[in-house]
């Protein structure tokens, strides 16, 4: 199975902070990776796929990079809808996700 | 516009089978590329990825619970039903039904989500 390690797993963050979170697989993915945001009792939403692509409607402070089994999903602007849970998710072979990202407001 | 629901048993007994029904609309699975996944989520706890599968019936299953799963599609209905065999409490989750487009299998569009609660 495929391992990915996000980190950290809690984030304090003031509105206008520019910040980033980090997943690691435990193997190459091809860069076959997603970004989601999820507040609390909703659905997880799409921000990014194949590791930087961003989804339709999702704004531009979003970014998704990634350099070998490392991605990165930085967020430019911090907005106060940004405030919410994030999960990164492989799908190079059956999906698995990160532990997730707590963004909570400094 | 793409929407999914989940359905189903809100509680079940341990050893029982969870039975949950995705309704969709805004895509058919007799389209190439498309698929539907189930994901659940436990409470206070991450997402885990359970099944998935596509329009052409191919089907894939987490290697930790492949024994237990079992996912279908009924294209006339607009439905995907995932059993999960032998309940423990450890199920209890809110399970989530997602869509796959072009065949890569990330959840573009989710489902609200249903909570099922594993106990005697």
């Known amino acids: 199975d495929i391992q990915m390690t996000q980190s950290p797993s809690t984030l304090s963050a003031s509105v206008g902070d520019r910040l980033t979170i980090t997943c690691r697989a435990s193997q190459s993915i091809n860069n076959w990776l997603a970004w989601y945001q999820q507040k609390p009792g909703k659905a997880p939403k799409l921000l990014i796929y194949k590791a930087s692509t961003l989804e339709s409607g999702v704004p531009s402070r979003f970014s998704g990079s990634a350099s070998g089994t490392e991605f990165t999903l930085t967020i430019s602007c911090l907005q106060p809808d940004d405030f919410a849970t994030y999960y990164c998710q492989q799908y190079n072979t059956i999906g698995t996700f990160g532990q997730g990202t707590k963004l909570e407001i400094k | 516009q793409i929407t999914l629901k989940e359905s189903g048993p809100t509680l079940v007994k341990p050893t029982q089978t969870l039975t949950l029904t995705c309704t969709f609309s805004?895509?058919?699975?007799?389209?190439?590329?498309?698929?539907v996944a189930w994901i659940r989520q436990p409470p206070g706890k991450a997402l885990e990825w359970l099944a998935h599968?596509?329009?052409?019936?191919?089907?894939r299953y987490s290697p930790s619970l492949r024994s237990r799963l079992t996912i279908t599609k009924d294209t006339s209905k607009n439905q995907v039903v995932l059993t999960v065999t032998n309940m423990d409490p450890d199920d209890t989750a809110t399970y989530f039904c997602a869509h796959i487009r072009d065949s890569y299998a990330y959840g573009s569009y989710w489902g609200q989500g249903t909570l099922v609660a594993v106990s005697s």
């Open positions: 599968m596509y329009w052409n019936d191919d089907k």
């Open positions: 805004g895509f058919s699975l007799t389209t190439v590329g498309e698929g």
